[in-house]
């Protein structure tokens, strides 16, 4: 579509620990890099500031410099007390993919952090860490002079930004931001211990009261422990999380767990929202993807089928275009809901569809197991327990349709490439699930149909999404052409969020 440029220009700092595609754990990093470039192409400042991990490929890095070095407080506890402190910390500047990165790495003649071959599971502590980072940005956007509309912090990681800029920067000559923060995920809310707020260099004391960060579960409640979501929540001007209803099941639901007592503040909800992600659309493109064999467009869907025959024949499945292709691409872990998946592997062949997975985490036993004893070469079934992006691609490409079971998604990725592939979503009703996915037999929003929704948690639930997509596709091939033809059409891309961001920013910045 046309670039649509803002009138006016904002200076924006995104602060996290995550950013595709180099340094890239999960959404997270997708977010910050489609929402970034979004904000840049309408014409704003953007940068974004990330640990300079060592497992960061350099020369990924555009135009990597050294900016300066300065020496970042932080603190530790001795004897019950604060002891000041500092560590040398180094800041690089670059680009990724396009995107201007501010780089920090600490002094590693002094300690760990952020070293290691990959992003998460190093052998320092993460909180230190992370508390250490959260410290360090603020510090050098105050040495460096910036004055930016917008500081805007993701997850718990950088949830001590907000605290810190109110009460430690604010008045000290980092004057003009308003603080954003972002929650993609809830389920990790960031506990830390009193005395290790220190690490920020600013004693936890002042924090541990409950209308700040005092963690207030009360299934072991600990008096001495800080919840940084929750201080986050508190000191932040906007907070968003990102789909709608995501931010329904926090405040009505249990998706937040205890903080929802938090968001549910009468100061807190009027500045908490949920902004739907979208996906990178040059990246998932079926008319030109590298990694598919044959490309394809809504008008000209040939490639789809050249593109199922050929991931068929090269897994060894029987080669039949009219066995439906359901397939799942996924981590493997409790909140993807892997006992409907192990289901559904059976649920489909008894149907006579084909069923592919391709998952990577923690239950992998289950699914290795399965495949050798109920599955060994069979011509529908293949269990594939690792990551690939390649085959990923090759999947969204070949599938007819894409299983999302998730007990909770805080938005979900893997329903909207899904659809710019042609596939039709069949996903549990939850989260940001049940903001994009609609189901075809919906009566009143059939029209707008694009897939199919059960509710349950159990087996028989998800047979009733599973078996009537299975009867159309077999019984009335015309409609499901036409269903997939119409879900490549949809806009996924970042444009309409970022809209929406945007709008938080000024608000914001008019203050
Ligand atoms: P989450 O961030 O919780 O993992 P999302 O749906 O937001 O879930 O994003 C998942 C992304 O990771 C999608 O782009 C999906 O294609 C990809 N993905 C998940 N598992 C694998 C895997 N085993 N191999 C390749 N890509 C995967």
Not at 79 to 92: A, E, I, N
Not at 127 to 139: H, K, N, P, Q
Not at 162 to 191: K, Q
Not at 405 to 429: D, N
Request: charged letters at 25%.
């Amino acid at each position: 579509g046309p670039v649509v440029r803002d009138q006016r220009s904002l200076h924006v700092v995104h602060m996290t620990a995550e950013m595709a595609p180099i340094a890239k754990v999960g959404g997270l990093g997708d977010v910050v890099t489609g929402l970034a470039r979004a904000c840049l192409s309408r014409g704003h400042n953007l940068e974004v500031m990330l640990p300079f991990y060592e497992s960061l490929p350099e020369d990924q890095i555009e135009g990597l410099q050294h900016d300066r070095d300065f020496d970042c407080p932080k603190g530790r506890v001795w004897d019950g007390k604060m002891q000041p402190g500092s560590l040398r910390t180094s800041v690089f500047r670059g680009k990724i993919d396009g995107i201007p990165v501010l780089l920090l790495r600490p002094d590693w003649g002094a300690c760990n952090i952020f070293r290691g071959g990959r992003i998460y599971g190093g052998s320092y502590n993460e909180v230190e860490a992370y508390l250490y980072f959260s410290r360090a940005c603020l510090e050098f956007l105050k040495i460096s002079g910036r004055q930016p509309e917008i500081i805007h912090a993701h997850e718990w990681q950088l949830s001590a930004v907000p605290m810190l800029y109110w009460d430690v920067y604010h008045a000290s000559g980092l004057s003009r931001p308003r603080v954003m923060l972002t929650i993609h995920n809830m389920d990790n809310s960031g506990e830390c211990r009193q005395d290790e707020f220190a690490y920020t260099g600013m004693p936890g004391e002042a924090f541990a009261t409950v209308d700040k960060a005092l963690d207030e579960r009360t299934i072991g409640h600990n008096p001495e422990r800080l919840c940084l979501m929750k201080g986050g929540i508190i000191y932040s001007n906007a907070v968003t999380t990102v789909s709608p209803t995501y931010a329904r099941e926090a405040l009505e639901g249990g998706a937040a767990g205890w903080l929802r007592s938090t968001l549910a503040k009468p100061d807190v909800r009027g500045k908490f929202k949920g902004l739907l992600n979208g996906i990178d659309t040059a990246l998932w493109d079926p008319a030109t993807d590298p990694l598919i064999p044959a490309p394809y467009t809504p008008e000209r869907m040939e490639g789809k089928a050249l593109c199922k025959r050929y991931l068929q024949q090269g897994l060894g499945l029987d080669v039949s275009f009219d066995k439906p292709i359901v397939a799942c691409i996924t981590r493997l872990v409790p909140q993807k809901g892997i006992h409907l998946i192990r289901h559904a592997v059976y649920r489909t062949a008894e149907l006579g569809g084909q069923f592919l997975l391709l998952g990577s985490g923690h239950a992998d036993g289950d699914f290795r197991a399965m495949a050798a004893q109920d599955f060994k070469d069979s011509p529908d079934v293949r269990l594939m327990v690792m990551y690939s992006e390649e085959l990923a691609h090759l999947m969204y490409a070949a599938a007819d349709m894409v299983l999302v079971p998730s007990l909770f998604e805080p938005c979900g990725l893997t329903q909207l490439v899904a659809m710019r592939y042609g596939a039709v979503p069949i996903v549990r009703s939850t989260g940001g699930l049940a903001d994009t996915v609609t189901d075809v037999d919906d009566g009143r929003r059939s029209a707008e149909g694009n897939g199919y929704r059960f509710s349950g948690m159990d087996n028989a639930s998800l047979n009733t999404a599973l078996d009537r997509a299975m009867q159309t596709f077999r019984d009335d091939r015309e409609r499901w052409t036409d269903l997939s033809r119409r879900n490549m059409r949809i806009d996924w891309s970042w444009e309409n969020s970022a809209r929406s961001y945007v709008d938080i920013y000024n608000q914001l910045a008019s203050y």
